[in-house]
């Protein structure tokens, strides 16, 4: 990875449909050149994929929760995992340190879908008890890199 690849990923990561002209111009190359090195940066995996950043105030889902997950005795991530994809509020999941086995991210459209979201969440089998903080405001919410 050297500074052209950083500045290709940085114009991918404004606007993931740039055209090759415009890559190439944030990188000081070609829009063949530009094509190329971008191939190679989706070929060796620095670049997974390009997706499109949904709005989801626009669309209605306004409610916002963290949930620490305490689990059964010692599931794997992957059980872990499995008893929380079949919940689609679940944006995001983690395992992480400390007292929690894990923390979710749900997205909910108001409080009572957020209650039956968390809910859903609580009838995995391997999921113990939870414990929820929803979200006021998003202060930095940055695209990822």
């Known amino acids: 990875m050297d500074a052209i690849d950083e500045a290709i990923i940085r114009c991918m990561l404004r606007n993931a449909r740039s055209t090759y002209a415009e890559i190439g111009e944030a990188a000081g190359l070609s829009p063949s050149a530009a094509k190329r090195r971008l191939d190679r940066l989706v070929a060796t995996g620095a670049i997974r994929g390009f997706t499109a950043l949904i709005d989801t105030q626009t669309l209605g889902w306004r409610t916002e929760a963290f949930v620490e997950v305490y689990c059964k005795g010692n599931p794997s991530p992957d059980e872990l995992g499995r008893g929380l994809e079949g919940v689609p509020e679940v944006i995001e999941a983690c395992t992480v340190s400390g007292a929690a086995d894990a923390m979710v991210r749900i997205l909910a ?37």
Not at 123 to 142: F, H, K, M
């Open 109 to 145: 459209t108001d409080i009572p879908h957020l209650e039956q979201a968390i809910q859903r969440v609580r009838e995995a089998p391997v999921i113990d008890r939870t414990e929820s903080v929803i979200v006021l405001s998003r202060l930095i919410d940055r695209p990822r890199v």
